[in-house]
């Protein structure tokens, strides 16, 4: 959600993909092997750096939504981890027919049903289908 960067950061000057205005207007907490100060943008968007895994990176975002929903972006890699941890409550899947070659599969090595996860919802238009799969058990979602 912040930039392609893989290893350490190699210029603290990048302030990500977005620009001065990212999309989010709230805190975004980055998953990160190496450490870096955290970085307020225009809008409300503050990046910050995690470098203690999903769990803190989560902990940390309920703290600042104070209450409120939190949502796990990223790419697939971030998501298989936090289902597999049952950390996602409920998962909004929007499915666009674009075709851009080769990419992760999102549920590799993720068993959905004995994680307890089912469809909730399916919708198709003519730009996306939309699944929205629920943990099983989770009345709050």
Not at 18 to 23: L, M, R, S
Not at 41 to 70: C, K, N, P, Q
Request: some cysteine; proline content about 5%; glycine content about 14%.
């Amino acid at each position: 959600m912040f930039g392609p960067v893989r290893g350490d950061w190699p210029d603290m000057n990048w302030k990500g993909w977005w620009g001065d205005n990212p999309p989010y207007h709230v805190p975004a907490f980055i998953l990160t092997h190496h450490a870096r100060p955290s970085i307020e943008m225009e809008g409300g968007t503050t990046f910050h750096f995690v470098t203690g895994g999903i769990r803190e990176a989560l902990d940390r975002a309920r703290e600042a939504a104070g209450g409120l929903d939190v949502r796990i972006g990223g790419g697939a890699d971030t998501i298989r981890q936090y289902l597999r941890e049952g950390l996602i409550d409920e998962l909004h899947i929007a499915i666009s027919p674009v075709l851009l070659g080769r990419g992760e599969s999102l549920f590799g090595g993720v068993d959905m049903r004995s994680l307890r996860y089912e469809c909730v919802e399916f919708v198709s238009t003519e730009k996306a289908t939309h699944v929205v799969l629920r943990r099983q058990g989770r009345t709050d979602a």
